[in-house]
């Protein structure tokens, strides 16, 4: 390598070390500005918002109207926003619940229609349609049952003999159960177990000790294994 190629690669390094600290301290300032406003903003939002109804010459509800604004006129613009708004064309106010009854609706009589009309609708027995007998093959009738089906029509079905059943909602409880008392490994096991939450540094992928080093049963192995019939031929 000549004397030339030497120092063209020195001035690169340098280059590429001058380049590296600038890129470093304008990050840094970046950095630094950015954290500064956003303290400043923050600190501006954590203070209380003002009342805007409290003013120094507003001491009470009733404050000092200007002369200008006494002797204001008010434009056409502003007179036409101050009056109400119309309902729609076609709204109706709320009908009443109980509306008042004229006279003669008061005074009508109810015609033999009417009152047969006002009646529940009895369901007949004649209405409802009476199922089909289903045909009975001819065959069916010289069939005759076997000796089986006979013993299982006659004699009921009964319970296993270790059958029990249900267990009453109130039961006696035995004298040791009333003066037994648990043990401290007992006590441990009914407490909840405690867990912390994500934010307080819990991490529910932990694998314990034990569990990296057991080994697993040649039944477990067994049930591991994908079944046969959804092993796709090779």
């Not at 954290?35 to 600190?43: E, T, V, W, Y």
């Not at 200007?66 to 006129?73: D, H, Q, R, T, Y």
């Not at 004298?175 to 009914?190: D, F, H, I, M, Y």
Request: charged residues 25%; contains cysteine.
């Amino acid at each position: 390598m000549s004397a030339t190629q030497r120092c063209h690669c020195s001035h690169r390094k340098l280059l590429k070390i001058i380049l590296c600290h600038f890129l470093q301290g304008f990050l840094c300032f970046l950095l630094q500005t950015g954290l500064d406003s956003m303290a400043k903003r923050i600190q501006q939002l954590a203070q209380p918002k003002p009342n805007r109804l409290r003013y120094p010459d507003r001491l009470n509800p009733e404050w000092k109207v200007s002369e200008w604004a006494l002797k204001a006129v008010p434009s056409q613009r502003l007179c036409r926003l101050a009056l109400p708004r119309l309902p729609a064309a076609e709204w109706q106010p709320e009908r009443p619940l109980l509306g008042p009854l004229s006279r003669a609706t008061q005074t009508t009589v109810a015609t033999a229609r009417i009152c047969r009309l006002a009646q529940p609708k009895k369901k007949h027995q004649q209405d409802v349609p009476a199922p089909k007998p289903k045909p009975v093959p001819l065959s069916s009738g010289s069939s005759r049952a076997s000796a089986h089906i006979e013993l299982l029509a006659v004699t009921p079905k009964h319970n296993h003999p270790k059958f029990e059943g249900e267990r009453e909602v109130c039961w006696p409880v035995s004298r040791s159960a009333q003066k037994a008392v648990a043990s401290p490994r007992l006590q441990e096991l009914s407490n909840p177990k405690e867990r912390k939450a994500l934010y307080e540094g819990f991490n529910p992928y932990i694998i314990s000790r034990a569990a990296r080093s057991a080994c697993p049963s040649a039944r477990i192995r067994q049930l591991s294994l994908p079944l046969p019939r959804k092993c796709s031929s090779q």
